[in-house]
């Protein structure tokens, strides 16, 4: 939701929602006296279907954020809102961050969430209150203020008349019926790291958008629970298993991007001055030209073929060469999934996508590119300690797939299909896996196929040849071995119903069980 100014980073004990305040009010715009139609005028909190909840004018939400800290104060140690994105002319609903609960009713590690969240809601007077998923925050609703009458401007729709053309009379009649209230979304944090994290991570808006669109070439993520170096090899197939953990330690970040972290925690005056530190960030550059039929490689993936062409003949190789940000339309239509759909609803995105990598092109700015993903991830492995468990995790699924084509490329593929009894196949299949991969014997000996090198892996012709040699066998070894554990498993359950008979004689015991399963065999 949206955000507002916050003290500078590190937090380390209760601020005054005065001071947070008035660091707020220098660099929030007064309230827009614009005609109607802004795109930013959008609907406002959206926890609450059944009341109405519409966005906010700066001086309410300032108003209703100062009461908030003031009355959620008493009850933590830290109490916080994440810094505002610069120019925003209304806010849907407002963010409260909290961590160390001074009694045991706001503690929800002691207390049920349930009783916590209406323990809140009672306090800061909500008319009604969402308790919100496992991990996620309370949503309440708070009567607007009674003495506010000046929202007419902020309900009006994109056509320049009031509530979709009905005359202002009588739009202003229709809003003092409609009670109207205030979204609190309340986020009470279980440790110290993780209420630093929130509020460095939620921080002017949509500024994490777009540096992670920035440094995501680089292999670079950071998420809502730090910043990770990505294996390039193993993203495509499982982007999770991909991801190392580098740091959660906000100052830190900044500075391995190349951001001042001092200046982060301070809210920007403009768009234009967040974008500028944006542009700052090391790994920030721009495509100069699109050449005919040249896509841009997003992430990782196969580099165009004019672009590996130049790195093989430069040395270089393929990872380390990436296309700048391009922008712009050709720029929209490349984006990810997640950042088109950013493109739609985030308007600060969309003018960084738009506007600003477009205008960087036309004045010849950013257009070097300063470093590559394998020297990040160098510099990376050095000062984040990582190379031991990437190169190790790297090993693991290279293993993986190693032995998944040894099974479903080899020993599964070299088995014919036509011609053959289906249930054969699968029994001659799982025998040679259990003699090449699983340490099996064949005929009470290790198989050379069933060697690995030093690195642990098959001579994939020497399985194939052997596979080819002795799958008949190998069908007739396990139909073999299934057909004795039946018989064994039938002489069990025989032995078993007997005793159960109340035979007392072990031979009459021995007897029946021999009679019973060759019966069953023969049938």
């Known amino acids: 939701g949206p955000k507002v100014a916050s003290r500078p980073f590190p937090f380390t004990q209760?601020?005054?929602?005065?001071?947070?305040?008035?660091?707020?009010?220098?660099?929030?715009?007064?309230?827009?006296?614009?005609?109607?139609?802004?795109?930013?005028?959008?609907?406002?909190?959206?926890?609450?279907?059944?009341?109405?909840?519409?966005?906010?004018?700066?001086?309410?939400?300032?108003?209703?954020?100062?009461?908030?800290?003031?009355?959620?104060?008493?009850?933590?140690?830290?109490?916080?809102?994440?810094?505002?994105?610069?120019?925003?002319?209304?806010?849907?609903?407002?963010?409260?961050?909290?961590f160390g609960p001074?009694?045991?009713?706001?503690?929800?590690?002691?207390?049920?969430?349930?009783?916590?969240t209406e323990t809140v809601a009672r306090e800061l007077g909500a008319k009604e209150w969402i308790l919100g998923k496992s991990g996620q925050g309370m949503n309440l609703a708070i009567p607007w203020p009674e003495d506010e009458k000046d929202l007419l401007e902020f309900e009006k729709d994109g056509t320049g008349k009031a509530d979709g053309g009905k005359k202002g009379d009588e739009v202003e009649g229709e809003c003092e019926k409609k009670a109207r209230f205030i979204q609190l979304d309340i986020h009470i944090l279980s440790t110290l790291s993780s209420y630093n994290w929130e509020l460095f991570h939620s921080a002017h808006g949509d500024l994490w958008n777009i540096l992670g669109s920035t440094i995501r070439r680089f292999g670079l993520t950071v998420n809502n629970l730090g910043l990770y170096l990505r294996i390039p090899e193993i993203e495509l197939q499982d982007r999770k298993k991909s991801m190392v953990f580098l740091t959660d330690e906000p100052n830190t970040i900044l500075e391995f991007l190349g951001l001042d972290a001092e200046r982060w925690w301070r809210s920007f005056e403009s768009q234009d001055e967040m974008f500028a530190y944006a542009a700052g960030c090391r790994m920030f550059w721009v495509k100069e030209k699109l050449e005919v039929g040249e896509g841009e490689?997003?992430?990782?993936?196969?580099?165009?073929?004019?672009?590996?062409?130049?790195?093989?003949?430069?040395?270089?190789?393929?990872?380390?060469?990436?296309?700048?940000?391009?922008?712009?339309?050709?720029?929209?239509?490349?984006?990810?999934?997640?950042?088109?759909?950013?493109?739609?609803?985030?308007?600060?995105?969309?003018?960084?996508?738009?506007?600003?990598?477009?205008?960087?092109?036309?004045?010849?700015?950013?257009?070097?590119?300063?470093?590559?993903?394998?020297?990040?991830?160098?510099?990376?492995?050095?000062?984040?300690?990582?190379?031991?468990?990437?190169?190790?995790?790297?090993?693991?699924?290279?293993?993986?797939?190693?032995?998944?084509?040894?099974?479903?490329?080899?020993?599964?593929?070299?088995v014919p299909v036509e011609e053959v009894d289906p249930q054969f196949r699968a029994a001659s299949v799982k025998y040679l896996k259990s003699v090449i991969m699983e340490g099996g014997l064949?005929?009470?000996?290790?198989?050379?196929?069933?060697?690995?090198?030093?690195?642990?892996?098959?001579?994939?012709?020497?399985?194939?040849?052997?596979?080819?040699?002795?799958w008949e066998e190998a069908g007739r070894l396990r139909m073999a071995a299934q057909q004795k554990r039946a018989v064994e498993n039938m002489?069990?359950?025989?032995?078993?119903?007997?005793?159960?008979?109340?035979?007392v004689s072990q031979e009459e015991v021995e007897e029946k069980v021999e009679t019973k399963t060759e019966d069953k065999v023969l049938a």
């Open 491 to 503: 002489k069990a359950k025989a032995e078993k119903k007997a005793n159960l008979e109340g035979l």
């Open 14 to 98: 209760t601020y005054s929602h005065l001071e947070i305040l008035q660091s707020s009010q220098q660099h929030l715009s007064p309230i827009s006296l614009e005609p109607p139609g802004l795109t930013s005028l959008k609907m406002g909190g959206s926890a609450f279907a059944n009341l109405h909840t519409p966005r906010m004018p700066p001086h309410v939400y300032n108003r209703i954020l100062s009461q908030t800290l003031t009355t959620v104060q008493k009850h933590f140690t830290h109490v916080s809102s994440p810094i505002s994105a610069p120019g925003k002319l209304d806010y849907g609903d407002i963010d409260i961050l909290c």
């Open 442 to 470: 064949w005929n009470g000996e290790a198989v050379q196929a069933s060697e690995r090198d030093e690195d642990g892996k098959w001579d994939f012709e020497e399985v194939r040849n052997f596979v080819t040699e002795n």
């Open 297 to 414: 490689s997003d992430v990782v993936g196969e580099v165009p073929a004019e672009i590996a062409i130049e790195a093989q003949q430069n040395g270089d190789k393929i990872g380390a060469v990436h296309e700048g940000q391009e922008g712009g339309t050709a720029g929209k239509k490349k984006l990810k999934h997640n950042d088109r759909q950013r493109l739609e609803k985030r308007p600060i995105f969309r003018s960084w996508i738009e506007d600003f990598i477009p205008q960087c092109r036309a004045q010849g700015l950013y257009l070097t590119m300063q470093t590559s993903r394998e020297q990040i991830r160098d510099e990376a492995f050095v000062k984040f300690g990582v190379q031991e468990e990437y190169e190790r995790r790297l090993k693991e699924w290279n293993m993986e797939r190693h032995k998944d084509e040894l099974w479903r490329g080899v020993i599964k593929a070299t």
């Open 102 to 116: 001074l009694t045991p009713a706001y503690n929800p590690a002691v207390t049920p969430k349930a009783k916590v």
